[in-house]
C-alpha cells in the first residue's frame, strides 16, 4: 500500500512538473508581436455582441472573429490598445498567430456564414 501511494506520489509530481515547464514556453508563443494586430479573448460566457462592444469600448476593430463568439482578431492604432482590450474585460491579448492561429476562424468559413 504505500508503495502504490509513493508511486502516485511520483507520478502527480511528474506531471506537475511537466505542466509547469510547458506554460512559460505557451507563454513566450503566445506574447503579441506588436500591437496592431492582436486576439482578444473573452470569458466564454461573452456574448457575440458583448465582445464586439468591448473591443470597441477599447478603441479597436474587428478584422476577423475568431474560432468561438468570446475570441476576435482586432486591429489597434497604438501600444496602448492592449491595455485598453484587457481594461474591457479581456483576460487574454495574445498574438493571433499563437498555436498556429487556432483561435481564429478560417477566413473562408467567416466569409461564407
Not at 475568431?66 to 496602448?80: K, M
Amino acid at each position: 500500500m504505500a508503495a502504490q501511494n509513493g508511486q502516485r506520489r511520483a507520478i502527480l509530481a511528474a506531471a506537475l512538473l511537466s505542466v509547469a515547464s510547458v506554460m512559460p514556453l505557451a507563454w513566450l508563443q503566445a506574447r503579441p508581436q506588436g500591437f496592431a494586430e492582436v486576439a482578444a479573448i473573452f470569458p466564454p460566457w461573452t456574448g457575440r455582441e458583448q465582445a464586439f462592444a468591448a473591443v470597441m469600448a477599447a478603441g479597436a476593430v474587428v478584422v476577423r472573429e475568431g474560432a468561438r463568439d468570446w475570441i476576435l482578431v482586432v486591429h489597434g492604432e497604438d501600444p496602448s490598445v492592449i491595455r485598453r482590450l484587457y481594461a474591457a474585460g479581456a483576460w487574454a491579448v495574445i498574438d493571433p498567430v499563437a498555436f498556429g492561429g487556432c483561435l481564429a476562424r478560417p477566413v473562408e468559413a467567416a466569409a461564407h456564414e
